[in-house]
């Protein structure tokens, strides 16, 4: 796996392309081929803390796109989830073989 795998660009709410990372896979109960992510744009709070956003990684005709979720009670799933400690065993497997 490469950095590059898990960045990707999007427009933010502005419209401008921005760079994009994902900070947390997290298992989909109902889909195991299209898991939950927790990412970032690096835009920020209130609080000047990065805010997370949650979407789902679909695969369309051989490619893959990431489906938006704006769906509290998904959200409230992922981050439950994330606290999860294999979760978090795997994610920090994953990050610690980017480097």
């Given at each position: 796996?490469?950095?590059?795998?898990l960045?990707?660009?999007?427009?933010?709410?502005?419209?401008?392309?921005?760079?994009?990372?994902?900070?947390?896979?997290?298992?989909?109960?109902?889909?195991?081929?299209?898991?939950?992510?927790?990412?970032?744009?690096?835009?920020?709070?209130?609080?000047d803390?990065?805010?997370?956003?949650?979407?789902?990684?679909?695969?369309?005709?051989?490619?893959?796109?990431?489906?938006?979720?704006?769906?509290?009670?998904?959200?409230?799933y992922?981050?439950?989830e994330?606290?999860?400690?294999?979760?978090?065993?795997v994610?920090?497997?994953?990050?610690?073989n980017?480097?």
């Amino acid at each position: 796996m490469k950095y590059e795998d898990l960045s990707f660009t999007a427009p933010n709410k502005d419209g401008i392309e921005v760079i994009c990372d994902i900070l947390s896979i997290v298992p989909n109960p109902d889909n195991k081929e299209e898991p939950y992510v927790i990412y970032t744009d690096y835009s920020l709070d209130e609080n000047d803390d990065f805010i997370n956003n949650y979407g789902k990684i679909v695969e369309d005709n051989g490619n893959y796109v990431l489906r938006i979720i704006t769906d509290e009670k998904t959200i409230n799933y992922i981050n439950k989830e994330s606290e999860d400690e294999v979760v978090k065993y795997v994610n920090q497997e994953i990050q610690d073989n980017l480097e």
